[in-house]
């Protein structure tokens, strides 16, 4: 198993994680922005939003890790 986990570690899935770590800092951030504004329609949107990358980060991995 460790093997595995250090083929699928490498570049393109530390890049993904990263940008996907990013994505979900700077969303966080907006939906507690919008939240002290009390704008619930915003909040759900983001909250979508965050949910959107997490699934295309997951299915990313899932690709690099069979053709790897």
Do not use: H, W
Request: hydrophobic fraction near 60%; proline fraction near 1%.
């Amino acid at each position: 198993m460790r093997k595995d986990t250090e083929k699928i570690m490498g570049g393109p899935a530390a890049i993904l994680l990263l940008v996907g770590i990013a994505l979900s800092v700077i969303l966080f951030y907006f939906m507690f922005q919008f939240a002290e504004q009390e704008n619930l329609f915003m909040v759900l949107l983001t909250a979508v939003l965050i949910s959107i990358i997490s699934i295309a980060i997951a299915r990313g991995l899932v690709s690099i890790y069979k053709y790897k």
